[in-house]
């Protein structure tokens, strides 16, 4: 596990212990602390999910017929990639764009 993770467990363990002890503002802020690096400590994981799902995608384009959006961003297809510059920065999977 995560250093960042054990540390965000321990501060809402301490702010439900602060609750139970009736020191009701200090405990509620150690816990929203503690959410927020549990938070903190899983944005990569949900940045590099967001990544990956993207080129998963299956291809809708009724021209290039290709199954996953990757394999259009291989091959360089016109049909279905958005270029910016001449450099390839996605895939779109409306036939009318």
């Known amino acids: 596990m995560n250093i960042l ?4 467990i321990c501060m809402m363990a ?3 212990f602060l609750m139970v002890a009736r020191t009701f503002l200090p405990g ?3 816990i929203i602390l503690g959410i927020l690096m549990t938070l903190f400590s899983k944005y990569p994981l ?3 999910m967001k990544a990956k799902t993207n080129l998963a995608k299956i291809c809708t384009c009724s021209i290039c017929n290709h199954k996953k959006s990757k ?3 291989d091959s360089g297809c016109q049909c279905c990639i958005i270029i910016k510059e001449g450099i390839v920065v996605g895939h779109h999977n409306n036939a009318l764009q």
């Open 71 to 73: 394999s259009c961003l």
């Open 14 to 16: 301490l702010g439900i």
């Open 46 to 48: 949900f940045k590099n």
């Open 28 to 30: 509620t802020i150690v």
């Open 5 to 8: 993770l054990i540390g965000s």
